[in-house]
C-alpha cells in the first residue's frame, strides 16, 4: 500500500514538474493536426520564435528580479522609455547607433537605480514601489516625446526638423534570425550566470532566505541591487528590441510584453522541478505563452475570446507552478 501510495505521488510530481512541458508539447501536437499546411512549416515556427523573442529578454530580466526575492511591475513602462530614449538619439539627434544603445541601457540603469533606492534604501515593498515606477515613467515617456511617438521624418517636440534616421543595423536587429540570436544568446547568459557563479548562487540565495543569507555573511542589499541592475540591463535590451521592430518608439509600446513576461518566468519555475526561477524554465514559459498565441490566431480564433482561452491556460500552468512549490 505504502509502495502504490508513493509511486502515485512521483507520477503526480513527474507530471506537474514537467506540466509546462507536457502542454507546449500538447499545443504543438494539436495545432499541428488541426492545421498541418500552415501550423507545422519551418516558417511558421520561426515566425513563433520571434514573436517570443522581445518577451523572453524583458523575461530574463524579470527572472533576475524574482531569483533574489523582488518583484516588478513596470517591466513594460521601463521598456518603453528606453525605445523612447534610443530613438530620439538617432532620429532626433542622428547619433551612432551604438553609441545610442550604450545610453539608452545607461539612462535605463538611471532609472533602476531610482526603483532600488525606493526598494532598498526607502524600505518600500517592491509591488508598490515599481508600481509607483509604472506610473511615473508612463508620464515621462509621453512628457519627453511631446505626447506622440518618434518615428523617421518626424520633427521634434519644439518644431525643428530631426536629422537623422533609423541605421540599417538597428533595422536588423529586429529581424530573423538576428532576434532570435540575440534571444538564445541571452538565456544562455542568464543560465550560466545564475548557476555556475557565486554571484548567482547568492541571488538565488537571497531570493530564498534573506535572514539566512545575511547570517552566512552574504552581502544581502548589494546583490538586489546586482540582480536589479542585470534586470534593468535586459529590460532596456527589450526596449530596444521593440524599437527595432517597430522602427520607431511608440506609446505604450512595450507594455503588452510585461504581463506575458511575468507569466513565462512564474509557469517556468516549475520546470524540473526547481521551484525557483530560471532561464530554461522561463524560455519554456515564453515558448507556451508563443505557441499558444500563434495557434490560436492562425485558427481564427474571434480576437475577443483570445485572452480569455489564452487566460484559462496559463492558470492550469500556474497553478501547476505553485502545486508543485507548495508539495515540495
Known sequence: MA???KKQLNAGKLITDWAAVIAVAF???????????TFATGANFTTIFRSIAVT???AMGLTMTLAVGGFDLSAGSTAT???????????????NVWLAILLTIAGTLLITLCTMFLIVVCKIPDLLATCAMMFFLDGLSLTYSGGGAIS????????????????????????????????????IFVH??????????????????RTAARLS??????????????????????????ASRNQSAQINGAAAFSMPALSAVFIGRSVAGQGKPNAVGTLIGATLVGVLDNGLVMMSVPYYSLNAIKGVVLAIALASAYYTTKEE
Open 27 to 37: 499545443l504543438l501536437v494539436f495545432f499541428s493536426a488541426k492545421m498541418p499546411d
Open 56 to 58: 523572453t529578454v524583458m
Open 81 to 95: 522609455m528606453a525605445s523612447f530614449i534610443l530613438m530620439s538619439l538617432l532620429i532626433w539627434y542622428d547619433m
Open 152 to 187: 523617421a521624418g518626424m520633427p521634434r517636440p519644439d518644431g525643428s526638423q530631426s536629422l537623422g534616421g533609423v541605421p540599417t543595423v538597428l533595422k536588423t536587429m529586429g529581424t530573423s534570425p538576428t532576434i532570435i540570436v540575440i534571444m538564445v544568446a541571452v538565456v
Open 217 to 242: 555573511g552574504i552581502p544581502v542589499q548589494k546583490y538586489r541591487i546586482l540582480a536589479g541592475l542585470m534586470a534593468g540591463t535586459f529590460i532596456a535590451l527589450a526596449g530596444i528590441l521593440v
Open 3 to 5: 509502495d502504490t501510495k
Open 192 to 209: 550560466i550566470f545564475l548557476n555556475y557563479t557565486k554571484y548567482g548562487r547568492y541571488i538565488y540565495g537571497v531570493g530564498g532566505n
